[in-house]
């Protein structure tokens, strides 16, 4: 159903951090539009937004809302994507949802296009997005692996606060001016908007990021872990993750370790791999002091890697630094990127 | 030479960030003080610092300062102690640098009173202080490797701007300023003050403190991982860091994976040691959302340990989260305890 009109688009959340980068990024990748509809809660209906040159007033979801829709973007909470996926699926969309809701659903494909494209032709009518911190690993890490095989990641990041949310962004630019000002500001958002506690962001490392699990691991560290295995399609895979939130409004940094099954590889090697990688750009001349750092990423489509080196005890080990912006690869991108396979693979 | 009158110390950098939480950690220990000399550089010289209510005039530091000074506190920068520590050692004085100097020097014991502090009877007048990233780590891992032994070590650093001095401090919070008001802030000290390029720190994270050294790794890593080995008595140990500097003041986190070599340790049985163990704090209850946290760590002499979990998938291996006060057990309070075990172990 190739459609030289455009095809119908919904954006479910359109008002939040992710889904206004979900409108920026059909605008700018030019992506084939008919008609877009944008989506959200009663509380955000009515507000306007601009798509090249127009205004577009969002509209509160309804399950009528998907009729005629073909491509439905979902990043509006797991409970949303849970009510409504459906109903658009049933209307005849393609859903590419944003929200951990059906990611590990046996039969939902889990989807970053530089990795497993191909997933995407098993999709149910639901196609679901990784988490932000896990897309932009796997990224780095498919072109060694498929190369050189992977058998262990050892990963802690360093995440953004717009991963909560356009209200943590303020929350952290708030209190970072109050903290300033000699003033104290209550935390009441981060770490977890749904947990009981809150802590203070600003100039400070909060090592929680969703809720915890029954085994001392963050729901976001077992994403990262579960999900890593099921896009690489290796249950087998060895992968430990520490997720820490710092005060960075946009872009995850993340300090990955990972063991090769190949013998004798060098990091000259892992950076050759990455330079040709697609997806990827090497950052990583340190006599010249460049490495990826969150600020410059902002903004940007790409995974940016440096600090490749490998390991001093392990021949066999390697470690990086990868930075992405986390509301763009890690999220509205991945999920325009998405999309734009449908089409590639004539899957729409 | 046990002096009831108390002894003669000197604290060469008094108006540094370190220099000036030594002497606030000399006076909150009530260490047995007869004389303190207080000495800097020419141009902070004859600022006046109080010391249990009285007004101490800050020196210039010469050779002949050192006449009479028994225990000589150095943190002023490795130039400064490569200068003056001999002359202070030659008039008699026990020196504890807190410089990176002479930390590799075999002559020279490189000591965490809480690992090693028996390494301090073979000094030969100089005493070096580990660096702040080390001493933290080491304090929570040696409880662990004397009942389950220790293989390995990746930790990933989240470290504080006070490292690098007051001015980057000031630097952070001025540049923060800026950015806040939509102004730009040009970088000028950060991530190293003597290295060619400085970026901004506020709202980003930053994978370089101190400069690169030939393997890749930066010379703050190495120090990571060569002072472990070190101070442990364990150059076989397998060591690897990756150090990233984050906007925070005070306060370093760290993200530590390990082995142990004994089967089948459980996380309940490494709480249990840690919460046994000198100098350490254990602060671990998920379901309370109680973990370690840098601005709960500042002006606090112990490190606190949490979010300390099994790995998934190798029985050995396991993770935890250790943060504390960079300026105190860092460096100012290990420096202090230092010259408490001289004293305790009748070594001046």
Redesign the interface.
Known sequence: MANTAGYHVAVVGATGAVGKQMIQTLERRNFPIGKLTLLSSSRSAGTKVQFKGEEITVQEATPESFEGVQIALFSAGGSVSKKFAPEAVKRGAIVIDNTSAFRMDKDVPLVVPEVNEEDIKQHNGIIANPNCSTIQMVVALEPIRQLYGLS?I?V?T?QAVSGSGAAAVQEL?EQ??AL?NGDTYEAKIL?VKG???H??IA??????IDV?TE???TYEEMKM?NETKKIMHMPEL???A?C?R????V?H?E?V?FEVEKDGVS?EDIQKILTNAPGVVVEDK????Q?????NAVGELDTFV?????????DK?F?M?VVSDNLLKGAAWNSVQIAESLIKLDLI
Request: aromatic share 14%; no cysteine.
């Open positions: 262990r050892v802690s360093y630019n970072t001016q300033l770490p947990d009981k506690k802590y203070q100039f400070n490392a909060i090592p929680q915890f085994n001392g691991f872990i060895k992968v430990s520490t820490v710092i005060p960075v409004a872009g940094s300090s370790y990091a340190p006599e010249e002091q490495y990826p750092m969150a600020v440096g600090r490749i080196r490998k390991d001093l005890d392990d080990g470690h630094w």
